[in-house]
């Protein structure tokens, strides 16, 4: 039991590390450091575009390898090398970060992707030991909790990031920019800290050597093909995975999007950066919250809730105006974002076979990176066609709306029962209804 415990803890602690890299990197510091320091002396526009281009290759780029690492990841029963191995890819992209200068926005697109697949591919591995170190409820509690501490992790470290910028003389450091490269060097060195934990108490599951006669990426890409085959005896959770591909779009997309948003409708940027705190600091409580509310009303019940949640938010940005407006709408997002997120994981988890961990979740990778796609490109294409961002934030409910009908349909009871018979455990755990 005391090894389970500390196993859980390490699980957990590796959110709290590596939650920092999406909070001062991906969200709040290198964007403003890029426009302002690393793309100094191109077009703003040009420099809002090679972000943009940053970003999407990066996403492609992982969508593409997530299903692909996660069959490797099964075969070779080396989720833990491949986690160590992205997660130095990440942790290292972090601190070069502090060495990019005015006008090296190549040198700073280069790391933004190479951080963002160590990031996402070290996720995908990281996910897929949730279900071999808790079972049925208790992987509700744990992933909620995964990301409760992920929230507080990058939460801390991007105060402390946006004080050491705001108050650099503090510090005894010169100016803004010095201090936004030394933040992005304590990300790395942050996510290595909390890292270690995991690595020397997490186990991984032992399984029967399988002779390969085939190179991995080779068995990688035949898996894809063969898990998509495999996804038709799951029916529960093929409808769950579209539903998720569906609402967690529209999630995807206020959190990349309402920055811009904020700022086309005259928001500040202090208080951009406050709404993103408040966002991170709300969503502390609240996902530990919904943890508890799926153990009363079960997950799905609980899931639903926020995605009726969303529906509200999307209205509400609408109709925002002012900087208190954009504040109520962080402590929404923040009430009902990380409980969403670890829901999702956990019910995702129960109904994946025991034999195809990693191969599963990798599917489940590549569904919510290319929901990064889909949600920003319909903001943008409304918002172009009728000259209106509101317009553009409020088409974000069609994703809601459709995830909520799919839910609405997947049985999570059945879905578990058919996922211990094609592994052979059916009958050895309890299934309570969900």
Same mark, same amino acid.
């Given at each position: 039991m005391e090894g389970h415990k500390k196993t859980r803890l390490s699980w957990v602690l590796y959110d709290f590390g590596n939650s920092a890299f999406a909070t001062t990197i991906m969200a709040a510091v290198l964007p403003v450091f890029y426009y302002d320091v690393a793309a100094a002396g191109l077009d703003e526009n040009l420099a809002a575009s090679y972000w943009g281009y940053s970003q999407s290759i990066a996403v492609l780029i992982v969508a593409i390898m997530a299903p692909i690492l996660g069959a490797i990841s099964d075969y070779s029963a080396a989720k833990k090398k491949f986690l160590r191995f992205f997660t130095y890819m990440g942790i290292i992209?972090?601190?070069?970060?502090?060495?990019?200068?005015?006008?090296?926005?190549?040198? /700073?697109?280069?790391?933004?992707? !190479?951080?963002?697949?160590?990031?996402?591919?070290?996720?995908?591995?990281?996910?897929?030991?949730? *279900?071999?170190?808790?079972?049925?409820?208790?992987?509700? @509690?744990?992933? %909620?909790?995964?990301?409760?501490?992920?929230?507080?992790?990058?939460?801390? #470290? #991007?105060?402390i990031n946006i004080l050491m910028i705001l108050k650099h003389d503090w510090f005894g450091i010169p100016n803004a920019s010095v201090a936004s490269q030394l933040s992005f060097a304590s990300v790395g060195v942050w996510w290595f800290i909390f890292s270690i934990p995991l690595f020397r108490n997490?186990?991984?599951?032992?399984?029967? /050597?399988?002779? +390969?006669?085939?190179?991995?990426?080779?068995?990688?890409?035949?898996?894809?093909?063969?898990?998509?085959?495999?996804?038709k005896q799951y029916k529960q959770l093929l409808i769950f995975l579209l539903a998720f591909w569906m609402y967690n779009d529209g999630i995807?997309?206020?959190?990349?999007?309402?920055?811009?948003?904020? +700022?086309?409708?005259?928001?500040?940027?202090?208080?951009?950066?406050? %709404?993103? #705190?408040?966002?991170?600091?709300?969503?502390? *409580?609240c996902t530990f919250f919904f943890g508890w509310l799926a153990k009363k009303i079960t997950a799905k019940k609980a899931l639903l809730i926020t995605l009726y949640a969303y529906v509200g938010i999307v209205i509400l940005g609408y109709f925002m105006s002012a900087a208190l407006h954009f504040y109520l709408l962080a402590i929404c997002v923040g009430v009902v974002q990380g409980g969403a997120q670890s829901l999702s994981r956990s019910i995702f988890g129960r109904m994946v076979p025991d034999n195809k961990h990693a191969e599963f979740f990798g599917f489940y990778g590549i569904s919510s990176k290319f929901a990064a796609i889909f949600g920003p490109f319909l903001f943008a294409l409304v918002g172009q066609l009728t000259g209106s961002s509101r317009l553009g934030i409020v088409s974000l409910v069609v994703f809601f709306i459709g995830g909520i009908i799919?839910? +609405?349909?997947?049985?999570?009871?059945?879905?578990? +029962?058919? %996922?211990?018979?094609?592994?052979?455990?059916?009958?050895? !755990?309890?299934? @309570? *209804?969900?």
């Open positions: 992209a972090s601190i070069l970060l502090a060495f990019v200068g005015e006008g090296d926005y190549i040198f /700073a697109s280069i790391l933004l992707i !190479v951080g963002t697949i160590g990031f996402s591919g070290g996720n995908v591995f990281y996910d897929a030991f949730l *279900p071999e170190i808790a079972e049925g409820e208790e992987m509700d @509690k744990l992933s %909620a909790d995964g990301f409760a501490w992920g929230y507080i992790g990058g939460g801390i #470290l #991007l105060a997490i186990k991984e599951e032992k399984k029967t /050597a399988v002779k +390969r006669e085939k190179s991995y990426v080779s068995i990688g890409f035949s898996r894809v093909a063969t898990t998509f085959k495999a996804l995807s997309t206020i959190i990349k999007m309402a920055t811009i948003y904020g +700022r086309d409708i005259g928001i500040d940027g202090n208080s951009l950066i406050a %709404a993103l #705190l408040i966002t991170q600091f709300v969503g502390i *409580p799919l839910l +609405r349909f997947v049985d999570i009871d059945k879905g578990v +029962r058919d %996922a211990k018979r094609q592994t052979g455990t059916e009958g050895k !755990v309890e299934i @309570k *209804p969900q």
